[in-house]
């Protein structure tokens, strides 16, 4: 019971700081108001300034976050995978997701890994679909809890005690490949 406690009380954690930064407020490019009154003073006419669009309120954003605990060995290796409409990934170290991280491959009877999204916007969020992979050759049994956040802004959670090899998929719009999880 204990366990639990811990595990959902990370989960909340977690989740809340998903809102937070979701619902955080972003500013306009640095100097684009000082573009426009320079503009004014050059030109007394309307139609040779162009109006420039704000851009769209971009910030970075943790998407994703898989903890994991009371693994019993050393070398437990969980790993966070996330996946984007063009076929990218990321994952067991490596990224190839556009304006994106994702921290170092980690192994440990206790971890996390977490995905940032640089390239988040409320209005036009990209779909990232996410994958828990654990491959080991004996019978570790490793809790985990994962938080994402899907495109629409929803932060979503699941808690596991699985077996000692699994993977879970959990789709956000994008194409989960087959096989990204060897067993």
């Given at each position: 019971?204990?366990?639990?406690?811990?595990?959902?009380?990370a989960?909340?954690?977690?989740?809340?700081a998903?809102?937070?930064?979701?619902?955080?407020?972003?500013?306009?490019?640095?100097?684009?108001?000082?573009?426009a009154?320079?503009?004014?003073?050059?030109?007394?006419?309307?139609?040779?300034?162009?109006?420039?669009?704000?851009?769209?309120?971009r910030?970075?954003?943790i998407?994703?976050?898989?903890?994991?605990?009371?693994?019993?060995?050393d070398?437990?290796?969980?790993?966070?995978?996330?996946?984007?409409?063009?076929?990218?990934?990321?994952?067991?170290g490596?990224?190839?997701?556009p304006?994106?991280?994702?921290?170092?491959?980690?192994?440990?009877?206790?971890?996390?890994?977490t995905?940032?999204?640089?390239?988040?916007?409320?209005?036009?969020?990209?779909?990232?679909?996410?994958?828990?992979?654990?491959?080991?050759?004996?019978?570790?049994?490793?809790?985990?809890?994962?938080?994402?956040?899907?495109?629409?802004?929803?932060?979503?959670?699941?808690?596991?005690?699985?077996?000692?090899?699994?993977?879970?998929?959990?789709?956000?719009?994008?194409?989960?490949?087959?096989?990204?999880?060897?067993?």
């Amino acid at each position: 019971m204990r366990r639990n406690k811990g595990i959902l009380a990370a989960c909340m954690v977690a989740a809340l700081a998903l809102a937070i930064a979701i619902t955080g407020t972003a500013t306009a490019a640095p100097g684009a108001s000082k573009a426009a009154k320079k503009c004014k003073k050059r030109h007394s006419t309307k139609k040779k300034c162009k109006k420039r669009k704000a851009d769209a309120r971009r910030s970075p954003v943790i998407r994703a976050t898989l903890t994991w605990s009371d693994g019993g060995a050393d070398d437990v290796d969980m790993d966070l995978f996330v996946f984007d409409a063009d076929g990218n990934r990321a994952g067991n170290g490596s990224d190839t997701i556009p304006l994106s991280s994702i921290t170092p491959d980690f192994s440990g009877p206790a971890g996390s890994e977490t995905f940032t999204d640089s390239l988040f916007s409320p209005q036009a969020a990209r779909d990232l679909s996410f994958g828990v992979c654990y491959t080991v050759g004996g019978s570790v049994h490793t809790p985990f809890t994962i938080t994402y956040v899907t495109a629409d802004g929803v932060v979503h959670g699941d808690s596991q005690n699985p077996g000692s090899s699994f993977h879970y998929d959990y789709p956000g719009g994008a194409p989960i490949p087959s096989g990204y999880c060897p067993h």
